[in-house]
Structure formats: C-alpha cells, structure tokens
C-alpha cells in the first residue's frame, strides 16, 4: 500500500548555479511505501526536473501526509505520465476512494494491467479532489447517484433437481 510524503530539499551554499540559488527551497510530494523508497523517488524525480544532482542539495525535512477519511467516499482526478516502449504518455484518470494515495494506487494498477508499466516509470503530475459536478468520465458519474442498486448475483433461474422443478419460483416474484 502506497502512502503519500512530502519532502522538502535545500541546495547547498557553496554549490549554486543558474538553476538553483541557496535561498529557494524544493518542495515535491512523492508516494511511496515506505520512506527509504520516498527519498529515492524524489532523488528520481527531482534530477530529471530541476537538473541537479543529490550531492548538490540536502533533504531538510520529510512529512507523512494522513489523508486517510473513513466516513466519506470521495472522487479523485489523478493526471499522471508514463514511458512505454519508448515514448511518453500522459494520461488522466478519475477513481472513487477514501484517500489520495489510494486513488495513485489505483492508478498504478490500472497502468500495470492495462499497458504492463512499470510504477518506477510514472509520475504523478497532479491529483485533485473533484466534486460530484466535476466528474467527467461515465464510469465514476455511475456510482455518485445515491439510489444506485446492484442485482443479486447468485439467483440461479435452472432447476437444481427435476423432482423440485415445480418448487423453483421465477426470479421476478422473489424480491
């Protein structure tokens, strides 16, 4: 289970350059297990995007972010990029869930089943809390309705045995 922390770097005095300045503080948020893989994802992310490297800046503080809420389901628009076969894709997503890691997790296994990504090739762009107005892909507007029913899965409308065949009630009086 993935879970969200923010991590905060400074670039060290005596080594600034045109794309840093010791004064400026880098603030990313990375989602990882635990903390060791956190630092190494942001390490990852933070080379490619601001084109520095680690001996150059230090991690000041490091933050778990809770974001976890039982009581209430909520919709998440997750905006992620990903690399297959060479080329890079960018891809936006909706999922119902209770918290923010829990929508990258499942962004991360959608990707996984659907393409065969692997997660250390994506990156979360953006992930936003959408409400019940903002929803645009058909399959989350489906479940935001509160008088949504489900069918009985298990209703078996074939006979079990031929000596009860008169006993088996159609599936429409049962209710």
């Known amino acids: 289970n993935l879970k969200e922390y923010q991590i905060i770097a400074r670039p060290n005095p005596e080594t600034e350059t045109k794309n840093l300045s010791s004064n400026k503080l880098i603030v990313h948020t990375v989602f990882a297990s635990n903390i060791v893989q956190a630092r190494s994802?942001?390490?990852?992310?933070?080379?490619?995007?601001?084109?520095?490297?680690?001996?150059?800046?230090?991690i000041v503080a490091e933050r778990l972010i809770e974001d976890y809420c039982a009581d209430k389901i909520r919709n998440f628009g997750v905006h992620y990029r990903y690399k297959y076969k060479g080329k890079?894709?960018?891809a936006y997503k909706e999922f119902r869930c209770l918290s923010r890691s829990?929508?990258?997790?499942?962004?991360?296994?959608?990707?996984k089943s659907k393409h065969n990504v692997k997660k250390e090739v994506m990156q979360i762009i953006k992930i936003k809390e959408l409400s019940d107005d903002e929803v645009k892909k058909d399959n989350v507007k489906a479940f935001i309705t509160s008088g949504i029913e489900f069918g009985h899965p298990f209703v078996n409308r074939r006979h079990?045995?031929?000596?009860?065949?008169?006993d088996?009630?159609?599936?429409?009086?049962?209710e």
């Open 168 to 174: 088996i009630v159609p599936t429409e009086e049962v």
């Open 88 to 90: 890079g894709y960018d």
């Open 102 to 111: 829990e929508a990258v997790f499942m962004a991360i296994n959608d990707l």
């Open 160 to 166: 079990i045995n031929k000596k009860f065949k008169k």
């Open 41 to 58: 994802r942001f390490w990852n992310e933070i080379t490619s995007m601001i084109k520095t490297k680690k001996a150059r800046c230090k």
